[in-house]
Nanobody, 119 residues
């Protein structure tokens, strides 16, 4: 099991930036694929970005490409989501997740951190 704790959420004006962090503990973190998801009020949870254990493979949803950047520091057991040019539609609870492989699925989740973007 990997325990995940997100931080860095908050209230920001449209066009602003936030950096989310996800600290991992437990099973070896550096072997995992790490991802960020979000859930807006009244909507289902959606994929935002993922990064492979080496950082060599990264994917984003089309809605955040060019604005968000995912990265990881395996020495610190932490994954980050830098969010720039935020829009009101980015308002959601953001969750960090871990997977041993995409085939195995996202098996570990954090508790989430709220991001609110005002217009």
């Amino acid at each position: 099991q990997v325990q995940l704790v997100e931080s860095g959420g908050g209230l920001v004006q449209a066009g602003g930036s936030l950096r989310l962090s996800c600290a991992a503990s437990g099973r070896i973190f550096s072997n995992d694929i790490m991802g960020w998801f979000r859930q807006a009020p009244g909507k289902g949870r959606e994929f935002v970005a993922r990064i492979s254990w080496s950082g060599g493979s990264i994917a984003y949803t089309e809605f955040v490409k060019g604005r968000f950047t995912i990265s990881r520091d395996n020495a610190k057991n932490t994954v980050y989501l830098q969010m720039n040019s935020l829009k009101p539609e980015d308002t959601a609870v953001y969750y960090c997740a871990a997977a041993t492989s995409l085939l195995a699925g996202w098996s570990n989740w954090g508790q989430g951190t709220q991001v609110t973007v005002s217009s």
